[in-house]
């Protein structure tokens, strides 16, 4: 039984039922421990001695506030954290999230000139841009935002879905078109070196061959089985169990 | 510089501005980490290879609410878990938390005969029942729970402060009188094998022996500081740290 890749619509299926009355999980609930786990997966692969300075890049929907409740507990891992955040989602809770990571002396900034400041003194990027209900073509600013993260050269740890990758198709094999009417701008798609993918991966990360992490220990059995997820097991009380590329799964078989 | 040992009215006032617009969390963030730390601190020291079986007991207040997030936790690490809650507490957040555990298939009762079989089935307790707002005399049907819990002989694990114990004055030296009219019933106090004391420890426990641990890294530096908590760094990314008992603090130092 393999891992079942999941399409957008199924991925907001199982979020909803997560939070309906027969799941009972609360918005702050799901993003806390959603978040926490982005943090932890970072935080395996880049320690703290080698890579100390984190930059958290969010997007305006969900998987912004992801990346504010991962910026918090990097900060409390004892990296050093900032955040970018041109767009802040509408919902009370982004506002809580930011006033959290401002209490950890967490600075956020919103404009490119300070983007560019911050990639210059990170080690690196969390993308918690875009999420399973991205829809192509990147926006602005966004469409700025992706090719100077690529440019960086920062390692990258992408959530749930590289942000630029459509959530089905996965990487888009030439420039997705821009939208902002100056005529085909070259819109960069993230290859991130590390994915953490929540709940359960997005078809459109198929063919992604860097590190993967699972996170989100917090979908009941019943879910899981309702779904066909076939999750893997979790070690002991870890937050994040690591996916093995489907050649090394082979080879561990043989 | 040690560690401060808060008072119940200090303890209150810090978790007030954790969730006032300056600390800006919600209870079902703290509840969350707040109970997920309880279910790692009770994971380090009872391996579930040995202790499978997990009986959490759940009081009445924000306490009750911590022990149901633990024992959700638990359940995913793989611990068959159950629940005894005699006395569910009134906001809608205790519901949600019950029906997350009625997901995971973690039984919940409610009466003392379900409790002696839960008993006899358990290979560890958890103990959230009272938390820092208890105020003596044990209350009814607690005055006769505590009794069943401590002859049951199993090891207990409790959150904040050991069930029956004064919050500031600790440990009481002799029963606690009834106050069911039965004339001065006998009335225990748990003695737990391990404690877990969330934010910072509470005057009560300061001659408490058995392994201790901390957890709650949700408190800014800034809050910590303000409140002159001199908190132990958490090591990685762990969500708990052991504390030392002062002799063997002493040891480390010389």
Redesign the interface.
Known sequence: MSLRYLSARVAQQIDDELMS??????L??LM??AGQAC??AL??VYDKAKYPRVLVCCGPGNQGGDGLVAAR?LG??GYKTSVFMPKPGSKEIY???K??CD???ILTTSDLDSLKTALASSDVILDAIFGFSFKPPVRAPFDEVLPLLTRSRLPIVSVDIPSGWDVEGGRPSSPLPGTDGSGGKKVDALDPDVLISLTAPKEGVREYRGRHFLGG??V????GEKFGLNLPE?P??DLVVELLAPSENTANKL
Not at 21 to 26: E, H, K, L, P
Not at 220 to 223: E, L, T, V
């Open positions: 009355a027969a799941g009972a999980y609360s702050d609930q806390e421990l943090a932890v935080a395996r507990h409390f891992f506002q809580r999230l006033t959290q209490n950890m002396q220990r917090f009941p059995k019943s879910f979790y002991t009380t």
